[in-house]
């Protein structure tokens, strides 16, 4: 059974950094591509950030470039995302998933076995 545990999460004020980290057990983590969404209060899930299987590429929606950086370390079983210059828009539940990258793109898993339960970013003015 796959498992991935966000932490780091937490609350701060607008302008601080805060670096997220996801754990996974119970696959093999780098035969993955692994994201990283968020969803704010009253929001549907949105796209943040992506990498590929060997952290080659990596993807990240317009709204966070410059400001956010996805790595993972395949010998701790780890995806992290590094957010920088913090701003209120950015509260939301952020979680963490196994994916695929096609051509260029990444694609979420189908269902919920391969997401995490989310970590809380509270960024205040």
């Known amino acids: 059974q796959v498992l991935l545990v966000e932490s780091g999460g937490g609350l701060v004020q607008a302008g601080a950094s805060l670096m997220l980290s996801c754990t996974v057990s119970?696959?093999?983590?780098?035969?993955?591509?692994m994201g990283w969404y968020r969803q704010a209060p009253g929001k549907g899930r949105e796209f943040v950030a992506a990498?590929?299987?060997?952290?080659?590429?990596?993807y990240y929606t317009d709204s966070v470039k410059g400001r956010v950086t996805i790595s993972r370390d395949n010998a701790k079983n780890t995806v992290y995302l590094q957010m920088n210059s913090l701003e209120p828009e950015d509260t939301a539940i952020y979680y963490c998933?196994?994916?695929?990258?096609?051509?260029?793109?990444?694609?979420?898993?189908?269902?919920?076995?391969?997401w995490g339960q989310g970590t809380q970013v509270t960024v205040s003015s």
């Open positions: 990498i590929s299987r060997n952290g080659e590429d990596t």
């Open positions: 998933n196994a994916g695929s990258v096609i051509r260029g793109r990444y694609y979420p898993p189908i269902g919920n076995d391969y």
């Open positions: 119970g696959h093999t983590f780098s035969t993955y591509a």
